[in-house]
């Protein structure tokens, strides 16, 4: 059973303008989520993180945005640049060092 | 970036035949990870290490085995490769302070393309 769920397996959005990627989770005891994004032919990186206790975090372009009562958290990229294409996943741990990931999410970010 | 290293960075082997993949880091770190990435599965724990000689299953543990003597080494090895087990598989690492934060995060090595015949 998928706790960390990704439902769009791909996204284009055109330079400039903004990037929304969802990801929705199933267990309530997730306290803190995480997004990774990954190039091809190498390792996923972190990017950003939120825990359970807030409801929004910024770091530059970057935004995650989560909504306990939905079981839901979204990544927020504005402006969207051609060098932000790649994979994203999600994950979500309940305070141990154990994630689960979601299945991710190809942005394309088109020139 | 994190000094992690994996080798092979490529294996095409035959099925029944042992494989051992190892990560290698200079960080330090207390925690290691073996993770597998599938198309439609994204990345699912194999097993982790909370320190020398020390490690627990995670979620598609079945078919592995993982040893770590030493801080900066964590060996994964298939006893006898199957087809089912053609993933690339990644390393990854983790300070260990406590709880994950964004100062305590997983790091990943740049990972291993494994392909079983």
């Known amino acids: 059973d998928q706790q960390v769920k990704q439902n769009s397996p791909s996204l284009s959005v055109q330079e400039g303008r903004i990037s929304i990627l969802n990801c929705d989770y199933t267990?309530?005891?997730?306290?803190?989520f995480l997004w990774y994004k990954k190039y091809p032919a190498e390792g996923p990186t972190f990017l950003i993180s939120?825990?359970?206790?807030?409801d929004k975090n910024e770091d530059g372009r970057f935004t995650v945005f989560l909504n306990k009562s939905a079981k839901h958290l979204s990544l927020h990229i504005v402006p969207s640049q051609p060098g932000d294409s790649a994979v994203y996943f999600c994950?979500?741990?309940?305070?141990?060092?154990?994630?689960?990931f979601g299945t991710g999410t190809r942005l394309k970010v088109l020139a | 970036d994190a000094g992690i290293t994996q080798s092979p960075r490529h294996k095409v082997t035959e099925t029944g035949t042992p494989v051992t993949l190892r990560c290698h880091q200079t960080?330090?770190?207390?925690?290691m990870y073996w993770y597998r990435q599938d198309p439609g599965h994204g990345l699912r724990l194999i097993h982790y290490?909370?320190?020398?000689?020390?490690?627990d299953k995670g979620e598609v543990s079945d078919g592995y085995s993982v040893s770590r003597s030493k801080t900066e080494d964590f060996l994964l090895t298939l006893e006898s490769a199957t087809s089912s087990q053609t993933s690339v598989y990644f390393c990854?690492?983790?300070?260990?302070?406590?709880?994950?934060?964004?100062?305590?995060?997983?790091?990943f090595g740049p990972g291993t393309r494994l392909t079983v015949l």
């Open positions: 990854a690492i983790s300070l260990g302070s406590g709880r994950a934060s964004s100062t305590d995060t997983q790091y």
């Open positions: 267990n309530s005891m997730f306290d803190y």
């Open positions: 939120i825990s359970s206790i807030k």
């Open positions: 994950a979500a741990t309940s305070g141990t060092y154990k994630y689960i």
């Open positions: 960080e330090n770190h207390r925690y």
């Open positions: 290490s909370y320190g020398v000689k020390d490690t």
